[in-house]
């Protein structure tokens, strides 16, 4: 299924699309609130009180919209989930403590033992360990495809698929997947997708719209945006949502009211945001691949980008994350770049307002043997940079210094 909306030509911002700023100011809130608040009211309990037994007979035989217990939901939470479903163009969404969660919430919800899931084996460590790692203790089988090799992808799928789960644009290696493809697959041998597209976000591509029935993402980055909050997010159609909903209440997979609070606020500025990411991301990585100590630049936005054309045709923009490679360089020298940089913070994580940089060697995979690192496509010279909202001439001018150390 096609987006309703014409894509657009290339990446500018006149592109049709929703008023994203007004949608990320008031989608999902109350105009009328508690006290008459502006803002939404934090409730900090742990239940909810009812005024006689009558009335607990409603709430219950009536099944009336209210809450009950903080573990099934608290006000703040169903505001976030009202305001991310309208970024998202979803019916529906489930709103978990982090990112991890949003994806164990999915597939320990959904799955059950004997099950398969199909996973583009591109995608956050993290993704890649639960599924090899944990879900073959429930019973429930991994088999790994290469990102955009849609007849491996095909040949995987067997009797016991019940989901191919990939991420878009990949983490760390920004590959861009044909979701229409993929929907398509999906929908033809009767298996459901799922897509984490944390690093592209709402704003650059909405996944639901190609016919994709999840999507995930980990709010801790571009939703928060302020590296100050762990959330996650698994949106999609009603019917999916309800018995996410339900398992996520039976284990209480969900956040504080504050962290709602901190997340709503965020949220406010995703557009601003997002523009200034795109932005930075594109500028930076047109930088770096013209710098004669770079060897090779991932970023979609790129022409030299293997998916570039992909990404014209179906991202409005490429996100923050650049990652590269510095030429002749052992993990060492490539280490002193990280080193050199000033702007941007050693550490994990992306898409909060302040860049971070990494050697994916030193921070996610030191614990893997350089065969796994080799298998995943890690090279020792290899450097994520998640640039932030600072301005543009100033990352690339730090950059650049940092280059110049051998
Ligand atoms: C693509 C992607 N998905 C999921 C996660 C997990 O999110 P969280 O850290 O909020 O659990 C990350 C974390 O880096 C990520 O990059």
């Given at each position: ?31 009328e ?30 099944k ?41 919430g999915?597939?320990l ?10 996973l583009?084996?591109e ?11 944990t ?15 849609y007849?491996?992808?095909?040949a995987?799928i067997?009797p ?21 493809r ?13 897509i ?32 100050d909050?762990l ?13 996410l ?6 284990l ?14 965020g ?5 601003l ?20 100590r ?7 936005g ?22 590269f ?34 050697q ?24 994520r940079?998640a ?12 950059l ?7």
């Open positions: 299924m096609k987006p309703e909306k014409a894509m657009p030509e290339d990446f500018s911002k006149s592109s049709p699309g929703p008023n994203w700023s007004t949608l990320a100011v008031h989608a999902g809130e109350e105009h609130k508690a006290r008459s608040a502006l803002t939404d009211p934090v409730f900090l309990t742990s239940t909810y009180s009812f005024a006689d037994s009558d009335s607990l007979l409603k709430f219950i035989v009536e009336q919209p209210r809450e009950e217990y903080a573990r099934y939901g608290n006000p703040l939470e169903k505001t976030a989930e009202r305001k991310l479903a309208a970024l998202e163009n979803a019916a529906d969404a489930v709103l978990y403590a982090s990112g991890m969660t949003a994806i164990a999915l597939l919800g959904k799955l059950r033992a004997g099950d398969e899931i199909v583009i084996d995608c956050y460590l993290r993704t890649r360990d639960l599924c090899l790692e879900l073959p203790r429930f019973g429930i089988t991994t088999r790994l495809v290469p990102a955009c090799d007849a491996a992808l095909e995987a067997s016991a698929t019940r989901l191919i789960f990939g991420e878009l644009p990949t983490n760390p290696h920004l590959s861009v997947l044909d979701l229409e993929i929907a398509a697959l999906g929908q033809r041998r009767g298996v459901e997708t799922a984490d597209a944390t690093l592209a976000t709402p704003y650059n591509i909405r996944p639901l719209d190609y016919g994709i029935d999840y999507v995930l993402h980990s709010c801790t980055k571009y939703f928060g945006g302020h590296n909050l959330a996650g997010v698994v949106l999609g159609s009603r019917e999916k949502m309800e018995p909903r339900n398992f996520r209440g039976l209480g997979l969900m956040g504080s009211p504050q962290v709602a609070h901190l997340l709503l606020r949220l406010k500025t995703f557009e945001r997002i523009e200034r990411h795109n932005a930075n991301g594109q500028a930076v990585a047109e930088f770096l691949a013209g710098h004669p770079i060897e090779t630049v991932y970023y979609p790129l022409s030299s980008h293997p998916q570039h054309e992909l990404a014209r045709r179906t991202m409005r923009g490429c996100g923050g994350v650049v990652t490679t510095v030429k002749n360089a052992d993990w060492r020298q490539t280490a002193d770049v990280v080193d050199a940089v000033r702007v941007p913070h050693i550490a994990p994580s992306l898409g909060g307002v302040e860049s971070l940089i990494e994916p060697l030193v921070l996610s995979y030191y614990d893997y043997s350089p065969e796994q690192r080799r298998q995943w496509n890690i090279p020792d010279n290899m450097i940079l640039c932030g909202i600072e301005n543009a001439e100033d990352l690339i001018a730090d650049n210094q940092a280059l110049e150390v051998h």
